[in-house]
């Protein structure tokens, strides 16, 4: 004899899902349905710059973040793991934009979380929202705009977001439609670091792990032309069975072996790679700043890195594909012993068949001619990152057989 379920407890087990940033499992009845990552970016501890000091606090921050893959809902997850005190949202929406901070006519809606239009988020937790139904789709601007009542000193986010984050004067603007209350801009994301959609049952998603080349540095605001920018562009003519979300958690000096620039690599594998909604492949392109900073005398840390988060994700059953690292001649630190270990890198990632596949990234925009630099067409100028044309190339260097 079946025993009957408690509503209220079922309730209280839901709101715990969702305040320790777990998505709880489909009803049944769903099973040709599943939750996919449409957007991800890899949070930090944000702290005060020249460029902005970072308090949050009695307004309304507008972000926008473009989807890869469509789906009948959505869900948005806001984090405070950085946090060292508890931040309350209240009053968060979610519409699509038309221009800057102004949001298209009548497509602002409310998110709740725990069927609540209010939630407190703990030090170190994150927290998703209820699935907010309707048609979305893939290469959408969804704008999230959250009000913040009170001033949070240690902000969660991400620095370097490449697109412009909308803060408000005073008060709760949230609803508002209207750009006009949202005086102030950024270039970074502020808790928000995932949006997830109810798609088909085969559908899935591939995350990139990786630093600046992965996060997009060298494009301008508002460009979305990341290399995974443009593979999901790639990945959208595909027949929509096929199609998969593309999730970028690169974070901009970022070490595979030790923190600076958030943590490294490999402490946030699994919170940023193995714990994505619809996780089916991950993608490792990390390990030049580790070499080009580091003192290493050899490749061994790093592959021994690498090997450790491919026994993590074959453990959660799923595909990890290397990238081998892409050339640096000309950049200030390069010198003939780091270029020795790079290629010695390349090498393994190349034959080892450690991993469940390799994404040649280094062949893909090396100067054939000197393949320890990079192609003059794909090199932004510094000799370490990558043009536009040097991001699209990457993205073209993946066989989406692949994924």
Avoid at 48 to 69: F, H, K
Avoid at 329 to 353: A, C, L
Wanted: aromatic share 8%.
């Amino acid at each position: 004899m079946r025993r009957p379920v408690h509503r209220g407890a079922m309730a209280v087990v839901v709101m715990t899902a969702v305040m320790a940033g777990v998505l709880p499992t489909s009803p049944a009845g769903a099973e040709s349905r599943r939750l996919v990552g449409t957007w991800s970016t890899a949070s930090d501890r944000l702290t005060p710059t020249d460029r902005l000091a970072v308090t949050i606090g009695g307004q309304t921050v507008r972000m926008v973040a473009r989807t890869s893959i469509g789906g009948s809902a959505v869900r948005v997850r806001l984090s405070n793991v950085f946090g060292t005190a508890p931040v309350t949202f209240k009053n968060v929406h979610l519409g699509l934009q038309a221009y800057g901070a102004e949001i298209v006519a009548k497509s602002n809606r409310q998110l709740t979380f725990g069927k609540r239009k209010w939630v407190t988020v703990r030090p170190g937790q994150a927290v998703w929202s209820d699935p907010l139904t309707g048609k979305f789709s893939g290469r959408q601007d969804l704008v999230v705009s959250a009000y913040v009542p009170t001033a949070v000193e240690e902000v969660t986010g991400h620095d370097r977001a490449y697109a412009t984050t909308y803060l408000s004067t005073p008060g709760d603007h949230a609803a508002n439609e209207s750009s006009e209350a949202f005086a102030t801009t950024s270039t970074q994301w502020y808790f928000l670091d995932r949006i997830a959609v109810t798609a088909g049952g085969d559908s899935g998603s591939v995350v990139a792990l990786g630093d600046s080349i992965t996060d997009g540095t060298g494009q301008g605001n508002d460009a979305n032309r990341r290399w995974t920018d443009y593979l999901y562009q790639r990945i959208g003519r595909l027949p929509a069975k096929k199609r998969m979300g593309v999730l970028n958690v690169g974070i901009a000096g970022n070490r595979v072996l030790q923190p600076g620039v958030g943590p490294s690599a490999l402490s946030r594998f699994k919170r940023d790679a193995l714990s994505q909604p619809g996780v089916r492949t991950i993608v490792v392109l990390e390990g030049i700043n580790d070499i080009s900073r580091g003192e290493y005398t050899s490749a061994k840390p790093l592959i021994d890195a690498y090997k450790k988060m491919i026994k993590l994700a074959r453990a959660k059953k799923i595909r990890i594909l290397g990238g081998t690292l892409t050339p640096f001649y000309g950049y200030s630190t390069w010198t003939e012993e780091r270029e020795e270990i790079r290629q010695e890198v390349n090498v393994w990632i190349r034959t080892s068949k450690a991993f469940d596949g390799v994404i040649d990234f280094d062949q893909a925009v090396r100067d054939p001619g000197f393949p320890a630099q990079l192609a003059a067409a794909y090199d932004h100028g510094d000799h370490i990152h990558l043009s536009d044309a040097g991001r699209r190339r990457l993205a073209y260097a993946v066989r989406l057989s692949q994924l």
